[in-house]
């Protein structure tokens, strides 16, 4: 173990390479997730968010094996599990388990809960017949189903009730990493509440650790202690929730944070309209790969590829940009939001 | 004054049932709606999955396919009983007066025909004596407006050529080049990534501005609501709830479900404190509970809301609340 992160993500790429005619010539590569390093503590809940096709989806997928990893490194408890084969990759899908979007397609139709919820004990060899049925009843009970749900079928469930049969088939493995992708997403926002409650809960009972995929900047904020920001296959910026949400630095943070529509219909728009359509990830142009929509872009921006540092004095939050924006070394002192605030008082 | 606000409305929909036989019973989908659109306004309808939002869209144009239909109602445009209107007359108010967009762009366009092309065709189909050249160009206009870079030469892309925020404004393109005087969006900017969604939300924030269309957004996302509705109709299992101005229903709501609803939203909640969820779930439009739908999930239910369906009472002039909490305010018909 290097220094107790349960799973650590150094430089990791993932390329997907596109062919082309009879002889299936490489053409291009999507190059989906682009030298993305992150690490997360045992217990952390760590979000995920950017816009569809920024690779948050398939950095996720990496984790669990299902995605081409072209370089990079992938450590879970210390061990490298890239390309695993055999026992050891039968115990890392035990305990790194990955809670698809959309329970509606990602549960058998024609299989009952408890087989659904019970599969992964036997294919592991942990539990069969009545000890399986105990123990799928055991963590039906955690995510607040019953044993009258359990000899259903999943079209007889609500969207809610599916997203916690899918959360006890991945527990009743008792794993370490729970990777979320974005769980809440098919879900109305009154059932959306119930799961992440639920979601908090377990973590606390279980002490699992979640890395939690969205582009709903109001759940990551709610459920993260930590949060990466993606764009075109590249962690933009990082750092703690609260922080980065008060004094984002990346110019692409603040555009996204603007762009949530606020409840309070008496609000003055504050809102920075992002120009262009999102650039896609086949073959992109070398330098900060924001720099083409980005409002502050120099001549440098399209040239030289800044990397993910420290710019200001919290050690945790780093940006890849060239001219962040520091909260503490503006002119008045003061983070943007409340220069802007007091703006709009005077 | 009541005929001075007559003549200015332009949507008056009235008790509007909807159902739906189906093998096991019938579906009331929609049991009671009413509400009312004034000319250039944008009103709100809001709601959670399968509480007749799109239902309600759908039987405005006449839209709702057999063996569903609509048993009891009025829905009147600009005074005109839309029910008693023939398919004839029907098929020529569509498109031409009130107009739809759908939530997902790619799927309303024909993959086959040019964008520009589908444009103009709107406009061929509605006014006859155009030219294909007239058409094309006023077309092309109407991308101009939108704030599409290069009109001429998006017009001669085809849709899967386009990404989804500018196939969006495609069919806003479409839908506005007849000027009709109602625009119903359906979940617009549902599919759209957030940046993008931005995007259209100005353009319809600035097209409001500019012509002279009335909207009805039918949306569950209450912060989409909160920037473009002058308006909110809040619907909870077929029917509505509440409905006022948007800074009333939103900053001062009334009704127990939309107080829950806003609840619900991660939004300005410290991590370490617990989501308010409204406990259960929507119930089922087989059979739908006699009295108030939402009563078995609600904190404040009374042993007369299970028993009777709340009349809409008025808590201001234009803020109506169907709940017995308010029953010593006058209630409307």
């Known amino acids: 173990m290097s220094n107790g992160a349960l799973l650590e993500i150094r430089a990791l790429t993932v390329h997907f390479v596109l062919r082309e005619g009879l002889l299936q010539r490489r053409r291009a590569a999507v190059q989906a997730v682009n030298g993305v390093s992150l690490e997360l503590a045992q217990g952390e809940v760590f979000g995920l968010v950017g816009e569809s096709g920024c690779g948050k989806t398939t950095l996720g997928r990496a984790v669990v094996g299902l995605a081409p990893v072209l ?41 009952t809960v408890r087989d659904l919820v019970g599969v992964g004990l036997t294919l592991h ?63 109305d926002v009154s059932v959306q509440a119930q799961i992440l409650n639920l979601l908090k809960e377990l973590r606390r009972e279980f002490g699992l650790t979640y890395l939690f995929i969205s582009h709903n900047l109001g759940v990551v904020r709610y459920m993260s202690q930590r949060i990466g920001v993606m764009y075109l ?80 004095s919290d050690r945790a939050h780093l940006c890849a940009c060239h001219f962040p924006r520091l909260a503490d070394a503006s002119r008045e002192g003061k983070g943007p939001n409340e220069s802007m605030t007091n703006r709009r008082l005077s | 004054m009541k005929l001075g606000r007559e003549s200015d409305l332009l949507l008056e929909v009235e008790d ?17 709606v009413t509400f009312q659109l004034r000319r250039r306004e944008t009103l709100g309808l809001a709601g959670e999955t399968g509480c007749g939002k799109s239902v309600t869209a759908l039987a405005i144009l006449r839209l709702i396919s057999p063996p569903g239909r609509i048993s009891r109602g009025r829905i009147r445009f600009e005074g005109r009983d839309l029910l008693a209107l023939s398919e004839t007359e029907m098929r020529e108010l569509r498109g031409s007066q009130i107009s739809m967009i759908l939530q997902e ?50 017009a001669r892309r085809y849709p899967h050529e386009l990404s989804g925020g500018m196939a969006q404004r495609i069919m806003i393109a479409m839908m506005l080049v007849t000027r009709p005087k109602l625009l119903i969006a359906d979940e617009p900017t549902s599919a759209l990534d957030v940046t993008i969604q931005a995007q259209i939300l100005e353009l319809m924030k600035a097209l409001k501005r500019e012509i002279d269309t009335a909207l009805l957004l039918i949306t569950h996302d209450l912060g989409v609501m909160a920037e473009t509705c002058d308006r909110v109709a809040v619907m909870y299992a077929g029917s509505v709830v509440e409905q006022g101005s948007v800074a009333t229903v939103l900053k001062r709501p009334q009704h127990p479900y939309t107080q829950g609803l806003l609840r619900t939203i991660p939004n300005d909640v410290a991590p370490d404190q617990p989501l308010y969820s409204i406990r259960g779930l929507v119930p089922s439009l087989l059979q739908p509970p006699t009295g108030c739908a939402f009563a078995p999930r609600c904190d404040r239910a009374m042993p007369v809301c299970v028993q009777a369906v709340p009349p809409r009472y008025a808590l201001g002039a234009d803020h109506h609340v169907a709940c017995f909490l308010h029953r010593d305010r006058p209630a409307v018909r």
């Open chain 1, 71 to 111: 370089s990079g490194e992938i450590r879970f408890a210390g061990e490298s599990i890239i390309g695993l084969t055999g026992r050891p990759a039968r115990e890392r899908a035990r305990r790194v388990q990955l809670i698809f979007q959309d329970p509606y397609s990602s549960l058998h139709p024609r299989k």
């Open chain 1, 125 to 187: 060899g942990l539990a069969y017949g009545y000890e399986m049925d105990g123990r799928v009843l055991a963590v039906l009970e955690e995510v607040g189903l019953g044993l009258d749900h359990m000899y259903r079928y999943a079209h007889e469930f609500s969207g809610g009730q599916r997203q916690r049969i899918a959360l006890a088939r991945a527990l009743i493995l008792k794993p370490e990493l729970l990777i979320l992708d974005e769980p809440t997403s098919a879900l």
């Open chain 1, 233 to 312: 296959g590249n962690i933009v910026e990082q750092g703690a929730t609260e922080p980065l949400f008060r004094a984002p630095q990346h110019p692409y943070t603040r555009i996204l944070l603007s762009a949530l529509p606020s409840l309070d219909p008496e609000a003055p728009s504050q809102r920075q309209v992002l120009t262009g359509e999102p650039p896609t990830p086949i073959d992109p142009p070398p330098g900060c790969p924001f720099a083409p929509r980005c409002p502050d872009a120099q001549a440098i921006c399209s040239q030289e590829t800044p990397v993910l540092r420290q710019h200001g």
């Open chain 2, 16 to 32: 509007l049932q909807v159902e739906f036989p189906t093998l096991r019973g019938t579906v009331h989908a929609l049991q009671g």
């Open chain 2, 105 to 154: 762009p790619k799927m309303a366009l024909n993959p086959v025909i040019r964008v520009g092309d589908q444009v103009a065709e709107t406009l061929l189909i509605h006014e006859r004596s155009l030219t294909r050249r007239t058409a094309t160009g006023r077309a092309v206009e109407m991308l101009a407006t939108l704030g599409i870079p290069d009109p001429p030469r998006i």
